[in-house]
């Protein structure tokens, strides 16, 4: 066996140890096919109010600019699919990814062990861990490793786990053994492309940002336009319609990650609680939650949008 072949299946077994239930690797080179896709999905406005994606253009599709000396990305998924969702009927919803703690720190601490544990067996490697903080196109990264392909919803599908997971980085200066991407099996379904209630998938494999639910219940800082009224399906932070829809997703099983796990009220509360929350209960239900993004005031906004 070649060291390279040695380190990636020690980097892959590591990952599966702290919890990545699937690792791919690429080679850290210039998304050629991406940057035509980027430039005009920037040009015609898809990406709304989200103007931080314009910048660093280029470190978004060369990872050798982040990274000096960069040789391989490897690619990790984390599931976050819940045991059970929201209870009452009626009740604006949340996106399964924020039922818990926010990933970004509890994936950004296994990146850090993974990352100390390549140094101490492998000896002295330079690079970074990503968690979608920084400008690097993570289903790119994760297609061309071969950890899903593209859906028509433009999230990655994994055969064997639909697509309820996370998608972390490492960029390093050590040459591993790639993994090439597999074969699209979306074939003719257009099942999420057909549930979209505000149109954001405006054809296969294209989303409008400004028309996602969740970019206009996350991102979004102004008000909501009134051309979505009616329109969101009750939801209050960001969408899943997409992913429940998808037959890929029938093979989602749930996760094992305590964090993940969401505050005891959550889904429970019923559409008169959310109506009515307190300052004092949004700091404690959503106290680690990705939710404090959006703030009590915002949530409040999106609640009152949703259900007046």
């Not at 314009?54 to 470190?59: L, Y």
């Not at 433009?154 to 490492?170: C, M, T, V, W, Y």
């Not at 040459?175 to 492309?193: A, H, N, V």
Request: a negative charge.
């Amino acid at each position: 066996m070649s060291n390279k072949s040695k380190y990636t299946r020690l980097i892959k077994d590591k990952a599966k140890e702290l919890g990545f239930f699937y690792t791919g690797v690429s080679k850290a080179d210039f998304l050629e096919e991406e940057a035509g896709q980027l430039e005009d999905w920037l040009k015609n406005g898809k990406h709304g109010e989200m103007t931080y994606m314009e910048n660093h253009f280029d470190k978004r599709l060369d990872p050798r600019i982040l990274v000096d000396g960069a040789k391989s990305v490897v690619s990790l998924l984390l599931n976050y699919f819940p045991e059970a969702s929201e209870q009452q009927e009626g009740a604006p919803k949340i996106s399964k990814y924020a039922y818990g703690e926010d990933y970004h720190f509890v994936i950004k601490d296994k990146l850090k062990a993974l990352f100390q544990f390549i140094q101490d067996e492998i000896g002295e490697v330079g690079g970074r861990v990503f968690v979608d903080s920084a400008p690097v196109m993570d289903k790119a990264w994760a297609r061309r490793s071969g950890l899903g392909w593209m859906g028509k919803n433009a999230n990655i599908i994994h055969p064997k786990h639909g697509s309820f997971f996370f998608i972390a980085e490492l960029i390093i200066d050590l040459e591993l053994e790639e993994d090439g991407p597999i074969k699209d099996y979306c074939g003719t379904c257009t099942k999420c492309i057909d549930a979209c209630p505000t149109d954001a998938i405006v054809a296969p494999y294209k989303i409008d940002g400004s028309k996602c639910i969740s970019y206009l219940t996350i991102e979004l800082k102004d008000q909501i336009p009134s051309e979505f009224k009616g329109k969101m399906d009750n939801w209050m932070f960001g969408c899943d319609i997409c992913q429940d829809v998808c037959p890929w997703n029938r093979f989602s099983k749930p996760h094992n990650q305590a964090e993940f796990n969401p505050h005891d009220q959550l889904l429970r509360m019923s559409k008169s609680e959310w109506e009515d929350i307190s300052e004092e209960l949004f700091r404690e239900v959503f106290k680690k939650s990705p939710v404090k993004r959006t703030k009590y005031d915002g949530l409040k906004k999106n609640i009152k949008f949703i259900t007046y």
